[in-house]
């Protein structure tokens, strides 16, 4: 029997021939899945280092995937919506404030208002771990027909990049960017 990986690709010479030859197919199957695409029970039932960079692997327990980002697995997520809010903001009726990841690439849907004026550079909600940015990304939302610049901060503060009147809403849309890490 030999075993061989070539670009990626596992190829076993003379397996089914052997006795036990299907069983060790396919146990050497569900290790392949579930380092290569394939499923496992959980998080914990993921190797905690190698070469896997860009591999999705299903996770049962979630519903959703686990990518490598070549340092530590991260789990794609469901739209959820538990951001720290900065003092004033809320979500904007009937806009959701949400946010997933997917491949390692986070997306936040952001509709806030606020009853009263803040000033420039205001935070407006925190990101929790695992959903900041690698560096800071700078986008456009709008107010009323008025562009307005905001910033999402390395440390997951979503910032109001320009001052605002009070009881306007700040549409964002979504924006998305590469997590930095889970």
């Known amino acids: 029997m030999s075993i061989t990986t070539t670009n990626g690709m596992v190829i076993l010479d003379d397996l089914d021939s052997r006795p036990n030859g299907p069983g060790i197919i396919q146990q050497l ?3 392949v899945d579930a380092f290569y695409g394939g499923k496992v029970a959980n998080a914990a039932a993921l190797p905690a280092s190698g070469d896997f960079d860009g591999q999705r692997v299903w996770l049962i327990d979630v519903k959703g995937y686990a990518v490598w980002n070549g340092a530590a697995w991260i789990s794609d997520t469901a739209l ?3 951001v720290t809010w900065a003092s004033g903001w809320s979500t904007y009726a009937p806009e959701a404030t949400e946010y997933e990841r997917r ?9 806030v208002t606020r009853p009263d004026a803040h000033a420039a550079e205001s935070p407006v909600l925190t990101m929790p771990a695992g959903f900041r940015p690698r560096r800071a990304i700078r986008a456009t939302g709008q107010n009323n027909g008025s562009l307005r610049p905001f910033t ?3 440390t997951g503060v ?3 990049d320009a001052a605002q009147a009070a009881g306007q809403a700040l549409f964002v849309g979504s924006i998305s ?3 930095a890490s889970a």
Do not use: C, F
Request: no cysteine.
């Open 177 to 179: 960017y590469p997590a």
């Open 29 to 31: 199957g569900n290790q």
């Open 152 to 154: 999402v901060l390395p």
């Open 103 to 111: 491949n390692g690439v986070v997306t936040i849907y952001v509709g």
């Open 158 to 160: 979503l910032r109001a």
């Open 80 to 82: 959820l919506n538990n």
